[in-house]
């Protein structure tokens, strides 16, 4: 069933999630009255047949799902979700459709029905798994699975991540394009070993927080072979080396990683991961004399350009920083404590790449990690922790 006393906070979260969905659908936030004079109902309406990008209604489809998800746990029992859920749909539709007339005054924004149909299917999709999320259980999976939250949000996210588009094919030819480069290259550079083996190993802790330590092998393997042999079968995905590579030096490492305490492992893990993204953050390390204006609007960068990219790279820094502060939990850290440490090495980078080339640097990266942080502080603290609290770390909640 669903963590007694929680609706308040995925009331919460509703109100998170429809402030960043706010922000986002109406950014710049520079009204003006366009000037072709058709009116946001009658553009809302001719727009139904227009065809999306791919990236464009997949983007559209997973920003609405949190929405749904956690709508419907706030207003819901567990007994009543199934009643709540076509509610939860039909209100998330209109605030889809609210949004979307009002882009029609912003600078910049497009009026779209298909967008509406994208989101609504986001809000479907998210109310949908509240069904599961009320049960506690997923298929096969355990019963207490969903007791924490935080480590299955983030494998999810890697999963949303690195399986997009999450399009199979049977064509053959496809397969060999994805096993191409394991044959054709040679060579495995230390920083790319360095990246993956450090995000496989982080993979590997999310699973053991969330089947267990007895478990944490099996689970593992079945995680690293699930995601390459999916790269296998997508479509625009392939293998590289340094991925294989780093899978097997991570599948390797672990067991041995599993005698440490938890404490331990949080914090080399905590300094793998956080090492390469500070490196990864300032390479090549060309920095120029002048510096170019800091950005201190935050997001502006997922507002321009590609709507795809921008997607892919919301969840690749979503998860980077959310596992950043699950691993310094595991060490012991208070939320509190480890949000200003990441935010304060995100901000010195962000500032650092002023004096890069090529380099947004801004403050969306600290102000992410920020909105992470409140996120992972309003979810169910793990039942573990509530009846007999943690000795060697610290609850995310806390």
Same mark, same amino acid.
């Given at each position: 069933?669903?963590?007694?006393?929680?609706?308040?906070?995925?009331?919460?979260?509703?109100?998170?999630?429809?402030?960043?969905?706010?922000?986002?659908?109406?950014?710049?936030?520079?009204?003006?009255?366009?000037?072709?004079?058709?009116?946001?109902?009658?553009?809302?309406?001719?727009?139904?047949?227009?065809?999306?990008?791919?990236?464009?209604?997949?983007?559209?489809?997973?920003?609405?799902?949190?929405?749904?998800?956690?709508?419907?746990?706030?207003?819901?029992?567990?007994?009543?979700?199934?009643?709540?859920?076509?509610?939860?749909?039909?209100?998330?539709?209109?605030?889809?459709?609210?949004?979307?007339?009002?882009?029609?005054?912003?600078?910049?924004?497009?009026?779209?029905?298909?967008?509406?149909?994208?989101?609504?299917?986001?809000?479907?999709?998210?109310?949908?798994?509240?069904?599961?999320?009320?049960?506690?259980?997923?298929?096969?999976?355990?019963?207490?699975?969903?007791?924490?939250?935080?480590?299955?949000?983030?494998?999810?996210?890697?999963?949303?991540?690195?399986?997009?588009?999450?399009?199979?094919?049977?064509?053959?030819?496809?397969?060999?394009?994805?096993?191409?480069?394991?044959?054709?290259?040679?060579?495995?550079?230390?920083?790319?070993?360095?990246?993956?083996?450090?995000?496989?190993?982080?993979?590997?802790?999310?699973?053991?927080?969330?089947?267990?330590?007895?478990?944490?092998?099996?689970?593992?393997?079945?995680?690293?072979?699930?995601?390459?042999?999916?790269?296998?079968?997508?479509?625009?995905?392939?293998?590289?080396?340094?991925?294989?590579?780093?899978?097997?030096?991570?599948?390797?490492?672990?067991?041995?990683?599993?005698?440490?305490?938890? =404490?331990?492992?949080?914090?080399?893990? $905590? @300094? +793998?991961?956080?090492?390469?993204? /500070? *490196?990864?953050? &300032?390479? #090549?390390?060309?920095?120029?004399?002048?510096?170019?204006?800091?950005?201190?609007?935050?997001?502006?960068?997922?507002?321009?350009?590609?709507?795809?990219?921008?997607?892919?790279?919301?969840?690749?820094?979503?998860?980077?920083?959310?596992?950043?502060?699950?691993?310094?939990?595991?060490?012991?850290?208070?939320?509190?404590?480890?949000?200003?440490?990441?935010?304060?090495?995100?901000?010195?980078?962000?500032?650092?790449?002023?004096?890069?080339?090529? =380099?947004?640097?801004?403050?969306?990266? $600290? @102000? +992410?990690?920020?909105?992470?942080? /409140? *996120?992972?502080? &309003?979810? #169910?603290?793990?039942?573990?922790?509530?009846?007999?609290?943690?000795?060697?770390?610290?609850?995310?909640?806390?």
């Amino acid at each position: 069933m669903i963590v007694r006393g929680t609706r308040k906070t995925f009331a919460l979260l509703t109100l998170v999630v429809v402030a960043v969905l706010c922000y986002l659908e109406l950014y710049p936030f520079a009204f003006r009255m366009p000037t072709d004079g058709e009116g946001p109902f009658r553009k809302l309406i001719e727009s139904w047949a227009e065809r999306p990008s791919r990236g464009d209604f997949v983007a559209n489809v997973l920003a609405y799902i949190p929405l749904g998800l956690f709508a419907t746990l706030a207003l819901a029992s567990p007994r009543t979700v199934l009643r709540w859920s076509p509610v939860v749909t039909i209100v998330g539709a209109a605030l889809s459709v609210v949004l979307e007339l009002t882009q029609y005054f912003v600078e910049g924004r497009v009026t779209s029905a298909t967008d509406v149909c994208a989101n609504t299917l986001g809000v479907l999709i998210g109310s949908a798994a509240a069904l599961f999320w009320a049960a506690n259980r997923i298929l096969v999976l355990q019963v207490d699975m969903f007791a924490k939250p935080v480590p299955i949000i983030l494998l999810i996210d890697w999963l949303a991540y690195r399986l997009y588009p999450y399009v199979p094919t049977t064509d053959l030819h496809k397969f060999w394009a994805a096993l191409k480069a394991l044959v054709t290259d040679r060579q495995v550079h230390s920083y790319d070993l360095w990246r993956h083996t450090s995000i496989w190993l982080t993979l590997f802790a999310l699973v053991t927080a969330v089947a267990g330590h007895r478990r944490a092998i099996v689970g593992s393997f079945l995680l690293s072979a699930f995601i390459l042999v999916a790269k296998i079968a997508i479509v625009e995905k392939a293998l590289s080396i340094p991925e294989v590579a780093g899978a097997g030096l991570g599948l390797w490492l672990w067991p041995f990683a599993l005698l440490f305490s938890k =404490r331990v492992r949080g914090y080399v893990l $905590a @300094a +793998l991961l956080g090492g390469y993204v /500070a *490196v990864d953050r &300032l390479q #090549p390390f060309l920095f120029q004399d002048t510096p170019r204006a800091f950005g201190w609007f935050p997001f502006r960068s997922f507002m321009e350009g590609s709507l795809e990219l921008n997607l892919m790279a919301f969840l690749e820094k979503s998860f980077l920083y959310g596992s950043l502060l699950f691993l310094l939990s595991e060490a012991g850290w208070r939320l509190r404590n480890s949000t200003l440490l990441v935010a304060a090495v995100l901000f010195s980078t962000s500032w650092a790449e002023t004096y890069l080339p090529g =380099r947004s640097a801004e403050s969306t990266d $600290a @102000a +992410l990690v920020m909105l992470i942080a /409140a *996120v992972f502080a &309003l979810l #169910p603290v793990d039942s573990h922790h509530r009846r007999q609290g943690c000795r060697d770390c610290a609850p995310l909640g806390q």
